[in-house]
């Protein structure tokens, strides 16, 4: 942890305390001079991002910063973020943040060069065949241990009108060099901390249950289960301690990288909460992660059982794992019902409604139907 170390999968990230002091020199390097700086508004406030900036402006190079964003981002984003690119006339990307600043710069990459209307690009419609073109050089720096975007292929953004989410996808999307800094995060509020770690074991967990074959997504998961469980207590009551900052960061690269394999009915559960009601992901995730793993338990014991052992549990089952799950949440803080975070009986149904329309439970271990769905947010409410 005291050193910046070097590895792939699937991108090129330079991982440790300090790794971002790089940035300025790598984009140099490729011969890059006007970056954009997409993040969203709180962190574009942050004193680290105002000095990766003054870091930037002192190696000589002209950034521009694009803050322009929902909380969970939209359309109009992506297309005011293309237009701050071209008025800057900029010559790469660095998108800085959590998931939301980093979908939105992906998006913006994915928009430069491709002039369709954006949903067109829609992976879930086949709209990845039309992403042909190039797109500009993209740096990822992640501000949060949680969504795992830096390594991602794919943004998830919202129709401004109906909220529906769609996924834009496309290897092309993958940053080329990751600069992973867990000191970055050491400032990050305890219920931050707590929301985007629950939403890495998410990751991670649902991960290892999802119907495809990928063996070597599963040992990954399983590893992101067991750093979760050493570190983010630790993380979030002790927010400068750098190993349990430096595993959460790994665990939150490690689901993201594992939920190509897919994810399930607890995300299916989540998505229609920040559609709806604008809930924080990662929090959506945590309330609703135990009752999505209990619909998931029988016929799949042997599963829970390796992640009871990962999270700490040694020699547990499913039914200590999923109580397990509602105690941390009760140690971090965090809520175990819906009605704890204003969901009510009324939004029920349509809820119901979205989360079987999600793509996300399709890769579930077992089906789930619109009247589960139903049942579940029942159950959490």
Do not use: W
Request: hydrophobic share 40%.
């Amino acid at each position: 942890m005291s050193q910046v170390v070097q590895f792939n999968f699937p991108t090129v990230i330079r991982f440790g305390v300090g790794a971002i002091k790089e940035l300025s020199s790598h984009l140099k390097d490729q011969g890059k001079q006007r970056p954009l700086l997409v993040t969203d508004p709180i962190v574009a406030t942050l004193p680290f991002f105002l000095e990766i900036v003054d870091d930037l402006k002192k190696a000589g190079l002209q950034p521009s910063v694009y803050s322009e964003m929902h909380k969970n981002p939209v359309k109009s984003d992506v297309l005011n973020g293309k237009s701050a690119f071209n008025e800057a006339n900029s010559d790469c990307i660095v998108g800085v943040g959590g998931g939301v600043g980093l979908d939105v710069a992906r998006a913006i990459a994915l928009a430069i060069n491709h002039h369709r209307d954006l949903f067109d690009y829609d992976d879930l419609i086949g709209g990845d065949k039309y992403v042909t073109n190039a797109v500009p050089y993209f740096v990822t720096v992640p501000t949060t241990s949680g969504t795992g975007s830096e390594v991602g292929r794919s943004a998830i953004i919202a129709d401004d009108e109906t909220h529906q989410k769609k996924i834009l996808f496309s290897p092309k999307l993958l940053a080329s060099m990751v600069f992973a800094d867990p000191a970055l995060t050491f400032g990050l509020p305890p219920f931050v901390t707590a929301a985007t770690g629950m939403d890495a074991l998410t990751h991670n967990m649902e991960a290892y249950v999802a119907k495809n074959y990928h063996p070597m997504c599963d040992g990954i998961a399983l590893e992101g289960i067991k750093l979760v469980g050493k570190s983010l207590e630790k993380a979030t009551n002790e927010g400068d301690n750098v190993e349990a900052r430096s595993n959460m960061m790994l665990a939150s690269l490690m689901g993201a990288v594992a939920f190509q394999k897919g994810l399930g009915v607890v995300h299916s559960l989540a998505h229609p909460m920040s559609q709806l009601l604008d809930t924080h992901h990662g929090l959506a995730n945590a309330v609703n992660l135990p009752y999505g793993m209990k619909f998931n338990l029988e016929g799949f014991e042997s599963r829970f059982e390796d992640m009871a052992n990962a999270l700490g549990l040694k020699g547990g089952n499913g039914i200590q794992l999923i109580d397990e799950l509602f105690k941390l949440n009760e140690r971090l803080g965090l809520p175990t019902t819906l009605s704890a975070i204003d969901v009510k009986e009324a939004h029920l149904e349509p809820l119901a409604d979205l989360a079987f329309a999600d793509f996300c439970h399709p890769n579930n271990p077992k089906p789930v139907t619109r009247e589960d769905f139903l049942s579940l947010y029942k159950k959490a409410l």
